[in-house]
T-cell receptor
Framework: QKEVEQNSGPLSVPEGAIASLNCTYSDRGSQSFFWYRQYSGKSPELIMFIYSNGDKEDGRFTAQLNKASQYVSLLIRDSQPSDSATYLCAVRMDSSYKLIFGSGTRLLVRP | KAGVTQTPRYLIKTRGQQVTLSCSPISGHRSVSWYQQTPGQGLQFLFEYFSETQRNKGNFPGRFSGRQFSNSRSEMNVSTLELGDSALYLC??????????????FGEGSRLTVL
């Protein structure tokens, strides 16, 4: 079992829809959770981080964390074609600050 | 505020050679991490440096090494290059002080091709 799992996609949604990206992790002691966006040929850029159960909203983005289910998700409201990218889920599993990344979900937003 | 700067951006080497990659973190960031990204394995942690000391190391062979200087700049070295070392090498920095939850800020990467 991989430490951080994501569906590779592609997840295809129409412009204006809500895109829902999911991530599960194996270590119950995981402390912090991150969503990065990576455009083709570019480096990952941080979208959001969350470390408490519940929802955290930032503009069109909402991160949701459920530690009991070992599940973290990212919702993108009013999806735009410019949101088309690979979304990487990353988990900090211990005090070392090493991040474990999932393989990423490719999102395609159709105009 | 300047971001994380990596040099060189692209390089081509042949098997058996060695390579050194450089990373300058965001000003004020004292921790530098290195990751390898390949299509098959995704992003994999190589090592992290803080205050010129290696704090964490991933599951890579000893051919992969690094160091950090007093100004927080970091270098990584790969010796005896193999074809499988072809990858995007990403450097990331973070504050590692105060209310630091661990978020990383990545550079543009150094794309290494081994022939």
């Amino acid at each position: 079992q991989k430490e951080v799992e994501q569906n590779s996609g592609p997840l295809s949604v129409p412009e204006g829809a809500i895109a829902s990206l999911n991530c599960t992790y194996s270590d119950r002691g995981s402390q912090s959770f991150f969503w990065y966006r990576q455009y083709s040929g570019k480096s990952p850029e941080l979208i959001m981080f969350i470390y408490s159960n519940g929802d955290k909203e930032d503009g069109r983005f909402t991160a949701q964390l459920n530690k009991a289910s070992q599940y973290v998700s990212l919702l993108i409201r009013d999806s735009q074609p410019s949101d088309s990218a690979t979304y990487l889920c990353a988990v900090r599993m211990d005090s070392s600050y090493k991040l474990i990344f999932g393989s990423g979900t490719r999102l395609l937003v159709r105009p | 505020k300047a971001g994380v700067t990596q040099t060189p951006r692209y390089l081509i080497k042949t098997r058996g050679q060695q390579v050194t990659l450089s990373c300058s973190p965001i000003s004020g960031h004292r921790s530098v991490s290195w990751y390898q990204q390949t299509p098959g394995q995704g992003l994999q942690f190589l090592f992290e440096y803080f205050s010129e000391t290696q704090r964490n190391k991933g599951n890579f062979p000893g051919r992969f090494s690094g160091r950090q200087f007093s100004n927080s700049r970091s270098e990584m070295n790969v010796s005896t290059l193999e074809l499988g070392d072809s990858a995007l090498y990403l450097c990331a920095s973070r504050v590692r002080a105060g209310p630091d939850t661990g978020e990383l800020f990545f550079g543009e990467g150094s794309r290494l091709t081994v022939l």
